[in-house]
């Protein structure tokens, strides 16, 4: 259950972080405005407190690992939002990236 929870507190911050991140860009690249700049500031913020419900007690530990989501979830970000195509090497990338997140989150601990 613990595994489990880290893993959606994970999804959770990706989405706030990568979205909020989307909001910023799309204010200010696409000329969205002020609103849109806003909701993603807001959301940045919504991020910061995500990560502190995470079930491991180390600061540095969840931020590295987040990391690795942060790399896969951006580009899934990108595939379903901005129709992106990833390559087989933007697949490898995240999946040695996921593969660090599983290690350093979950590998045992004596």
């Not at 991140?21 to 919504?46: D, T, Y």
């Not at 595939?79 to 195509?85: I, N, Q």
């Amino acid at each position: 259950m613990t595994v489990l929870r880290s893993i959606v507190l994970f999804v959770l911050a990706a989405l706030a972080e990568i979205g909020g991140a989307w909001l910023v860009w799309q204010g200010v690249r696409e000329h969205r405005g002020l609103l849109w700049i806003a909701a993603g500031v807001v959301s940045l913020g919504a991020y910061g407190f995500v990560a502190t419900f995470q079930p491991d007690a180390h600061f540095g530990r969840i931020l590295a690992a987040y990391g690795g989501v942060f790399v896969a979830g951006s580009l899934a970000w990108g595939v379903v939002v901005d129709k992106f195509r990833p390559d087989r090497w933007d697949y490898v990338g995240a999946a040695i990236c996921l593969l660090g997140v599983a290690v350093i989150m979950y590998a045992p601990r004596g």
